[in-house]
């Protein structure tokens, strides 16, 4: 005859899981706008029965059930679909960085409005109209003199500009290499923290999702693969080189190029370059050595011409 307090026991056990539901309901609430926050839910299971199937149990017909308890804290995540996000966010940052540039390129040019080279060089050829058809007046000759004062200070200002465009665009490349590096150290930070936790058998969901926050803002700087297979060494590959292995950090540099400018490489601390594919990073890169600079020589070349 079982006790009297197996009912009661029954319920305690039943009223524990479910307020612990509840408390995972009111975290979820409490972070509906916090960044990367990944839904949370509950796992129950049946408490082991009486009687378990042992040579010396009692012999009563079937398992009495003693309750149920929290199996697990599961986080509603999907890796594949996170994988695509992150494949897809390097297309994306790539793509907004040249954006950026060109568009700024195109109010530097400022076509179609006034006043541009189109137009200054419009007026200056109108100027040497005039005075060839009147060589000899004088407002001729102070009109041509200003309009090709204007014309030479419209090609300076113009190179200049594209020149501060492609510093400015140096200086972004050098300070994504150091955010890439700071986010690669809180990974590496992370992965310790959680494999600590996992070793005392907890499920360290928070932390997952901050590393899984990093591990995006990361992807949309340049492409990332993640590896999960060994639990005890969470790695993110650039390229085919290990960036963050574990605690470990692989950093990357920012190495100026004397035959360019002196405008920096992104490169290993072994000096060979890193392999971007896609993202904020070659973005910038090809924004810096091929929009702006294909700009400048543009530019040089049609006031040599001139």
Not at 245 to 263: A, D, H, M, R, Y
């Given at each position: 005859m079982f006790s009297t307090f197996h009912g009661i026991e029954v319920g305690k056990k039943g009223l524990m899981a479910n307020n612990t539901a509840i408390q995972i309901i009111g975290h979820n609430l409490a972070n509906i706008e916090t960044e990367g926050y990944s839904r949370q839910k509950v796992q129950l299971k049946t408490f082991i029965p009486i009687y378990e199937p042992t040579a010396n149990r009692v012999e009563v017909p079937g398992q009495i059930g003693t309750g149920v308890v929290v199996e697990d804290i599961q986080r509603i995540r999907d890796q594949m679909i996170d994988d695509r996000i992150y494949f897809e966010k390097a297309g994306l940052g790539h793509s907004e960085m040249r954006?950026?540039?060109?568009?700024?390129?195109?109010?530097?040019?400022?076509?179609?409005?006034?006043?541009?080279?189109?137009?200054?060089?419009?007026?200056?050829?109108?100027?040497?109209?005039?005075?060839?058809?009147?060589p000899t007046e004088r407002a001729a000759r102070e009109e041509l003199i200003q309009r090709t004062n204007t014309l030479t200070d419209t090609f300076r200002h113009t190179y200049n500009?594209?020149?501060?465009?492609?510093?400015?665009?140096?200086?972004?490349?050098?300070?994504?290499?150091?955010?890439?590096?700071?986010?690669?150290?809180?990974?590496?930070?992370?992965?310790?923290?959680?494999?600590?936790?996992e070793a005392m058998g907890d499920n360290p969901n928070d932390l997952y999702d901050r590393r899984d926050?990093?591990?995006?803002?990361?992807?949309?700087?340049?492409?990332?693969?993640?590896?999960?297979?060994?639990?005890?060494?969470?790695?993110?590959?650039?390229?085919?080189?290990?960036?963050?292995?574990?605690?470990?950090?692989?950093?990357?540099?920012?190495?100026?190029?004397?035959?360019?400018?002196?405008?920096?490489?992104?490169?290993?601390?072994?000096?060979?370059?890193?392999?971007?594919?896609?993202?904020?990073?070659?973005?910038?890169?090809?924004?810096?050595?091929?929009?702006?600079?294909?700009?400048?020589?543009?530019?040089n070349t049609l006031a040599t011409h001139l």
């Open positions: 954006e950026q540039f060109l568009h700024q390129i195109e109010m530097i040019l400022n076509e179609p409005d006034r006043p541009n080279i189109r137009t200054v060089m419009d007026d200056f050829w109108e100027s040497m109209q005039k005075l060839a058809a009147n500009s594209l020149y501060d465009l492609r510093v400015r665009a140096n200086a972004l490349i050098e300070q994504r290499i150091a955010e890439v590096n700071q986010i690669g150290a809180e990974i590496a930070s992370l992965n310790i923290q959680i494999v600590k936790s926050l990093l591990i995006e803002k990361l992807s949309k700087i340049m492409t990332i693969k993640v590896e999960r297979n060994n639990k005890h060494e969470y790695i993110v590959y650039i390229g085919a080189e290990n960036f963050v292995q574990g605690g470990l950090v692989n950093p990357i540099s920012g190495v100026g190029n004397t035959e360019n400018e002196g405008f920096v490489d992104v490169r290993w601390k072994d000096g060979r370059l890193v392999n971007l594919g896609n993202g904020e990073l070659s973005g910038l890169l090809i924004a810096r050595d091929v929009d702006i600079k294909n700009a400048i020589e543009n530019i």
